[in-house]
C-alpha cells in the first residue's frame, strides 16, 4: 500500500470516526461530474479499506468497490446530500498511473496520454514518445531484463 493510500485511509478512518461524534450520519461518494454516485448510512459501515486502486466499502450485507479515478470527492453528511463536512478532493496522487506488464505489452491505466520513455538500467534511452495517445505500450523487441518507464512525471521498475 502506497504512502498516499495510507494517508487517505488513515484520514477517512479518522472522519469515520469524529464524524460519529459530530452526529455526521451518511458518507457519501462523488464522481467525476460532481453528481452523488453512492452514499451509506455510518451506522451499516463496517470498514472503508483500499485494494489495488479502489475503495472497498463493507457492510453487513456485502461489499461496494469503486476505482479511486471515478471518485472526486467523498463527503460526510446529516442528510446524505447536504451539509458536507470533509474530504473535498481525493490527491492527485491517488490518481498517478499504474502499470501492468504482460510479455509483450505494458498496459498503463490512469493516463490516457502524455510523455513516455523507457530506459535500460545502463542508463540508455530505448523508446520516447512525447505525444503518447493511450494504448499498451509494445515491449516484445525488448530483451529480456530491467527497465525503467516514465509515464508523465512517474517512474516505474519493470522486468521483461
Given at each position: 500500500m502506497t504512502k498516499s493510500y495510507?494517508?487517505?485511509?488513515?484520514?477517512?478512518?479518522?472522519?469515520?470516526?469524529?464524524?460519529?461524534?459530530?452526529?455526521?450520519?451518511?458518507?457519501?461518494?462523488?464522481?467525476?461530474?460532481?453528481?452523488?454516485?453512492?452514499?451509506?448510512?455510518?451506522?451499516?459501515?463496517g470498514k472503508v479499506?483500499?485494494?489495488?486502486?479502489?475503495?472497498?466499502?463493507?457492510?453487513?450485507?456485502?461489499?461496494?468497490?469503486?476505482?479511486?479515478?471515478?471518485?472526486?470527492?467523498?463527503k460526510f453528511t446529516d442528510t446524505g446530500d447536504q451539509h458536507e463536512t470533509a474530504v473535498e478532493k481525493i490527491s492527485d496522487?491517488?490518481?498517478?498511473?499504474?502499470?501492468?506488464?504482460g510479455e509483450n505489452s505494458i498496459h498503463v491505466m490512469g493516463a490516457t496520454s502524455?510523455?513516455?520513455t523507457i530506459w535500460a538500467m545502463t542508463g540508455q534511452l530505448i523508446y520516447?514518445?512525447?505525444d503518447w495517445r493511450g494504448g499498451d505500450i509494445d515491449i516484445s523487441h525488448l530483451d529480456r531484463g530491467i527497465y525503467i518507464i516514465s509515464i508523465?512525471?512517474?517512474t516505474f521498475k519493470f522486468k521483461k
Open positions: 495510507k494517508s487517505l485511509l488513515a484520514l477517512l478512518m479518522m472522519m469515520l470516526c469524529s464524524g460519529a461524534a459530530m452526529a455526521q450520519s451518511y458518507m457519501t461518494f462523488y464522481d467525476n461530474e460532481g453528481k452523488p454516485k453512492k452514499s451509506w448510512s455510518l451506522l451499516d459501515v479499506t483500499f485494494d489495488q486502486g479502489n475503495i472497498v466499502v463493507t457492510q453487513s450485507t456485502g461489499t461496494y468497490s469503486v476505482s479511486l479515478n471515478d471518485v472526486l470527492s467523498i496522487d491517488a490518481a498517478q498511473p499504474r502499470i501492468a506488464t502524455g510523455q513516455i520516447s514518445n512525447r508523465n512525471n512517474s
